[in-house]
Each structure stands twice: as C-alpha cells, then as structure tokens.
C-alpha cells in the first residue's frame, strides 16, 4: 500500500477537537500584513478581502470576506456587496492568469446545515478548475491532494491583485 502525506488534512481534522479559539479568525485574519509570508491574506481592499482558503478544495482555493463581521446577505451594505462581486470576477481573473484555471466553483454556504464552517462572517468561495481535477482519492480514500505549497500559490496571487488592482 502507498502512503500519501497530507498534513493539512490532520490539521483540520484535530480544529474539530481543539476549544474554539475567542473572536473571529476572519476578523483577525483581515488585520495582518498582505506581505508577511505566514498569512494567508491575498488582498485588502476597502471593504472586503481575499483570503487563501487553509483547508481547500483545490490549490488556488480562495474565499471574499466583508471586513463586518455579518452572517448574512441581507447585512451587507450596497458597497460591501459590490465589491465582494468585484472582487469574485477579479479572483476568477487572477486564477486564470496565474494558474490556468479552466472553470470555478463560485458561492457561498450560509448557515451550519448548509455547510458552513464559519457561519458568523459570511465568506465566499471561488473555487478554480481544471479539466480532469477530480479522481477516485477523494471518492475511494477520502484524501484530495493539493499540487502547490499554499505559501506559493499566495505569494504569486497577491503579486498579481498588487500589480493588476
């Protein structure tokens, strides 16, 4: 039998069973330095931010988050909600250009019984794709496997939206 190592899955596996940390961890999150090489934060923008997903889908996995800590749509401000949709098709651009993304997942879990994680900031997932990403690990052996250290794929996604926003 072969071995495959994915650290970060025991990371979000063992999040279960540790006490929740206090406040936000998107709150906190939104407060650190876009050039620290140890945050996962891609953007700052007015409002809103991008941030690297720390359990993803797939590598480039990226979520927008409203700087307010709000849980629903209907919260957001006018200007919240027209930068979240900027920044999404911004997002989806900075993927294709630096990943060569074919397609995206783009939305939203709203609520624990939808799925969401994190269900007291609202956050949206853009989610890049490629033909033939999927296969049987996920399915046979629940294990997804991500090709890009995180850090990378950050440090070259935050160079973009620098250089192009």
């Known amino acids: 039998m072969q071995k495959l190592f994915s650290p970060w899955r025991s990371e979000y596996i063992e999040s279960f069973q540790k006490p929740k940390e206090d406040g936000c961890i998107f709150c906190k999150a939104q ?4 050039e620290d090489e140890n945050s996962l934060l891609v953007y700052k923008g007015k409002e809103v931010f991008i941030l690297m997903n720390r359990y993803p889908y797939n590598n480039g996995h990226l979520l927008i988050i409203p700087n307010r800590h709000i ?82 794929t950050k440090l070259r996604l935050a160079k973009y939206f620098k250089e192009n926003l």
Do not use: C, Y
């Open 71 to 152: 849980s629903k749509i209907s919260e957001m401000s006018n200007s919240e909600r027209l930068e979240t949709f900027f920044l999404i098709e911004k997002s989806i651009e900075a993927l294709e250009k630096t990943m060569s993304a074919q397609g995206h997942n783009v939305g939203t879990n709203i609520g624990k019984v939808a799925g969401a994680g994190i269900e007291d900031h609202i956050h949206f997932h853009v989610v890049p794709r490629w033909n033939g990403d999927t296969n049987f690990m996920p399915v046979l052996g629940d294990v997804k496997l991500i090709s890009e250290d995180m850090k990378k």
């Open 31 to 34: 407060l650190e330095d876009v």
